[in-house]
């Protein structure tokens, strides 16, 4: 059975920065597609970042761009999120997920698996 669980979550300042992780258990692949997404208020959930094997290739949002960084330990199935130059509308659940190791991007098309997500909440 597969297991993500989210960290790292909390309030910050505008201009702040936060780093998620994410524990994953029970994958059937270790090279499995990870990817981070968030859901604001009245949103839809949006991909924000995805990380395939071995780190090489990596995959954000526009918004996300130049400020938020993913990588991965494949060896302890764990995938963080830094985020830095945190602004008031990245406030929103974030949650992992888990896709195969064959196709990975930041369409949710591409993940099987969710964890139950952490709040990040930015204040101005």
């Known amino acids: 059975q597969v297991r993500l669980v989210e960290s790292g979550g909390g309030s910050v300042q505008a201009g702040g920065s936060l780093k998620l992780s994410c524990a994953a258990s029970?994958?059937?692949?270790?090279?499995?597609?990870m990817g981070w997404f968030r859901q604001a208020p009245g949103k839809e959930r949006e991909g924000v970042a995805a990380v395939a094997v071995g780190g090489g290739s990596t995959y954000y949002a526009d918004s996300v761009k130049g400020r938020f960084t993913i990588s991965r330990d494949n060896a302890k199935n764990t995938a963080d999120l830094q985020m830095n130059s945190l602004k008031p509308e990245d406030t929103a659940i974030y949650y992992c997920a888990s896709g195969e190791p064959w196709a990975c991007g930041i369409a949710s098309g591409y993940f099987d698996y969710w964890g139950q997500g952490t709040q990040v909440t930015v204040s101005s």
């Open positions: 029970g994958l059937r692949d270790s090279r499995s597609c």
